[in-house]
């Protein structure tokens, strides 16, 4: 009897453990930003019309051709093998607030950044790249979380408990048979 108390215990333990360890969610293109070659786009944040400068680093090798990069924002441009940068023209009608993807390609690598169009005058653009640390944030433990899922989840670990506790607790009925 001491050895199921002990396995009831131990099993409780790891279900609560399991069901409170935060979820790793994976992107099914997450590793479409993994390259042979870095890019940037500089500004990252621009106002409509504005320019923006491509670049490339082709110093590790990983792209020796022409590439390409293209957006919903700006015509596709091609660099050429000799260059590691190109200027665009931001579309006029791009629309402020909003994030359009930059894709870079080059030798059948792909990879994707940002490009957010400022939502009001000069002031919002960035005109000097920050140099800045990685942010890194939380790593997604506790972004999205509401109280509904929060409340929910205690109220599942605290009827498995009990539902434990009243199995542990109850007494030995006689077999009437």
Same mark, same amino acid.
């Given at each position: 009897?001491? #050895?199921?108390?002990?396995?009831?215990? #131990? *099993? *409780?333990?790891?279900?609560f453990?399991?069901?409170?360890?935060?979820?790793?969610?994976? @992107?099914?293109?997450?590793?479409?930003? %993994?390259?042979?070659?870095?890019?940037a786009?500089?500004?990252?944040?621009?106002?409509?019309?504005?320019?923006?400068?491509?670049?490339l680093?082709?110093?590790?090798?990983?792209? =020796?051709?022409?590439?390409?990069?293209?957006?919903?924002?700006?015509?596709?441009?091609? $660099?050429?093998?000799?260059?590691?940068?190109?200027?665009?023209?931001?579309d006029?009608?791009?629309?402020?607030?909003?994030?359009?993807?930059?894709?870079? =390609?080059?030798?059948?690598?792909?990879?994707?950044?940002?490009?957010? %169009?400022?939502?009001?005058?000069?002031?919002?653009?960035?005109?000097?790249?920050?140099?800045?640390?990685?942010?890194?944030?939380?790593?997604?433990?506790? @972004?999205?979380?509401?109280?509904?899922? $929060?409340? *929910?989840?205690?109220? *599942?670990?605290?009827g498995?408990i009990?539902a #434990?506790?009243?199995?542990?607790?109850?007494?030995?009925?006689? @077999?009437?048979?």
């Amino acid at each position: 009897m001491h #050895a199921i108390r002990v396995a009831s215990a #131990a *099993l *409780l333990g790891v279900t609560f453990l399991a069901c409170t360890a935060p979820a790793a969610l994976a @992107d099914d293109g997450s590793d479409s930003n %993994i390259t042979p070659f870095g890019f940037a786009v500089q500004p990252s944040t621009v106002v409509a019309g504005g320019q923006v400068s491509l670049q490339l680093k082709r110093d590790s090798g990983g792209c =020796s051709g022409a590439a390409t990069v293209s957006s919903g924002v700006f015509d596709t441009v091609s $660099i050429p093998a000799a260059q590691s940068s190109a200027t665009v023209v931001v579309d006029r009608n791009a629309k402020p607030g909003a994030v359009y993807e930059v894709t870079f =390609s080059c030798g059948g690598t792909t990879g994707h950044t940002d490009l957010a %169009i400022a939502g009001g005058g000069s002031a919002d653009v960035t005109t000097v790249p920050a140099q800045q640390g990685v942010d890194a944030g939380v790593g997604g433990s506790s @972004d999205g979380f509401d109280l509904r899922e $929060i409340g *929910l989840g205690a109220a *599942l670990v605290t009827g498995s408990i009990g539902a #434990a506790w009243y199995v542990a607790r109850r007494r030995a009925t006689p @077999d009437n048979s």
